[in-house]
């Protein structure tokens, strides 16, 4: 069972990333999937989540509006398009199967500065 | 809001450690059910959930760890503090997810 993120990578205020989480070992459709984001030196702040049966999405305020949360079921991959982003977007980014809390990824690193 | 005390605590080896989250509001779910989870952060690694709804330990976490408390008041204890404890622990509600909402952190270090 594991998770292996990408897509992190420098953009300038703004800008657009998409980032990827697949999965081995266990199938998204009777899973929650969770974004979780840790900026440097700080704590962990919930970004979004996406329903394991109905893929209902779900997001933190600071983010509404400009992350889109998705998944491929075919690819057991999980994306997350990030749009407008802020330079207090600037974090790790994990991915995370919540319906127990575990496996995390290993994290991707998103920096947003100009 | 997740408040979690203290931020930091040095700890000798060998000694007790116990770390206190408080929510705002009370996190017994209609269900009967607590989501409050414990996470511990090793230095470089992903966080690692440890305990589950108050105080269920996750599958391979020492026995020195447990977790305890209601409603609005939580505490993760550490009988004996060893060496590869060193790192962040956070509590985590789920209860009045959405959102789901963390403490601050609390680093543990060896004094």
């Known amino acids: 069972v594991q998770l292996v993120e990408s897509g992190g990578g420098l953009v300038q205020p703004g800008g657009s990333l998409r980032l990827s989480c697949v999965a081995s070992?266990?199938?998204?459709?009777?899973?929650?999937m969770t974004w979780v984001r840790q900026a440097p030196g700080q704590g962990l702040e919930w970004v979004s989540t996406?329903?394991?049966?109905?893929?209902?999405?779900y997001y933190a305020d600071s983010v509404k509006g400009r992350f889109t949360l998705s998944r491929d079921t075919s690819k057991n991959t999980l994306s997350l398009q990030m749009d407008s982003l802020r330079v207090e977007d600037t974090a790790v980014y994990y991915c995370?199967?919540?319906?127990?809390?575990?496996?995390w990824g290993q994290g991707t690193v998103v920096t947003v500065s100009s | 809001v997740m408040t979690q005390s203290p931020l930091s605590l040095p700890v000798t080896l060998g000694q007790p450690a116990s770390i206190s989250c408080r929510s705002s509001q009370s996190l017994l779910h209609s269900d009967g059910n607590t989501y409050l989870n414990w996470f511990q952060q090793r230095p470089g690694q992903s966080p690692r959930r440890l305990i589950y709804?108050?105080?269920n330990r996750d599958s391979g976490v020492p026995d020195r760890f447990s977790g305890s408390g209601s409603g609005t008041d939580f505490t993760l204890r550490i009988s004996r503090v060893e060496a590869e404890d060193v790192g962040v622990y956070f509590c985590m509600q789920g209860t009045l997810w959405p959102p789901i909402t963390f403490g601050q952190g609390t680093r543990l270090e060896i004094k």
């Open positions: 996406i329903s394991g049966g109905d893929a209902k999405t």
């Open positions: 070992g266990f199938t998204f459709t009777n899973s929650a």
């Open positions: 995370v199967r919540s319906s127990n809390w575990d496996p």
């Open positions: 709804r108050v105080s």
